[in-house]
């Protein structure tokens, strides 16, 4: 289904910041595949079958061979497309190593204390996690001047892999504003984010998988709830 006898499927859930990695890689690439949207409260015999060790989505699946983690599903479209659409890793081995260097960043540190912030029982808590989450956020300001060399993106002229790994987050950003009025990236502390953000959720590769703001806020509302129910038990 991508082209030249090869056949993609990916297995995914709608609201998944890792699973949306993975759509927007393909819909970078212009790739075609098959989708399965998965319910994680009853895991399919597929997913279970191709992601033993993990059992999470997303699991892209090429011509039967399954590949896990979506930073890994991400390099690996890269690679096994090089020919399709825009090349996200770049060709130069230093300016691919910074590029994953800070692709792992954003998961380790920026989304890390992101959800811890939005787990946290305590006010106090919350302020220690998003003192964290802003210092990750004023890191990636930095990285981006850096990476970007005063160009639209984190590749430059064209979208790479550190926008792709960062642009899967940006539904939830918006829920975060439209909820808490908290924006994650914002004019005065980090600019250069801020205008990546509206610049990156208008190109049309993006606005093809983006999901919805009011579905995603919804669904924000609910997962919030049941973590709540879950510490009072």
């Given amino acids: 289904m991508a082209g030249g006898g090869d056949e993609l499927k990916l297995l995914g859930m709608w609201a998944s910041p890792f699973a949306l990695r993975a759509k927007l890689a393909l819909s970078f690439k212009g790739l075609s595949y098959e ?40 390099q690996y479209i890269d690679e096994a497309f090089p020919d399709a659409g825009v090349p996200l890793l770049p060709s130069d081995p230093y300016d691919r190593a910074v590029a994953r260097f800070w692709a792992a960043y954003i998961d380790d540190k920026l989304l890390k204390s992101w959800l811890q912030a939005s787990m ?16 990750a956020v004023a890191n990636l300001e930095a990285a981006f001047k850096e990476c970007s060399k005063g160009k639209p993106f984190f590749g430059g002229d064209a979208v790479g892999y550190v926008d792709v790994t960062l642009g899967a987050v940006i539904g939830f950003v918006r829920v ?10 914002d004019a005065s502390r980090s600019p250069l984010l801020d205008a990546w953000l509206d610049r990156f959720a208008a190109l049309d590769a993006a606005k093809a998988v983006l999901p919805d703001t009011g579905r995603l806020a919804e669904y924000a509302k609910m997962k919030q709830a049941e973590w709540a129910a879950a510490a009072t038990n």
Wanted: proline content about 5%; charged content about 25%; hydrophobic content about 40%.
């Fill in 35 to 74: 989708y399965f949207e998965e319910d994680l409260k009853n895991k399919s015999e597929l997913l279970l079958s191709s992601n033993p060790v993990h059992k999470k989505v997303p699991v892209l699946i090429h011509n039967g061979k399954p590949v896990c983690e979506s930073q890994v599903i991400v």
């Fill in 120 to 135: 946290c029982k305590t006010e106090q808590e919350k302020a220690a996690a998003m003192k964290e989450t802003f210092a």
């Fill in 176 to 185: 975060g504003e439209a909820l808490h009025g908290m924006r994650l990236f």
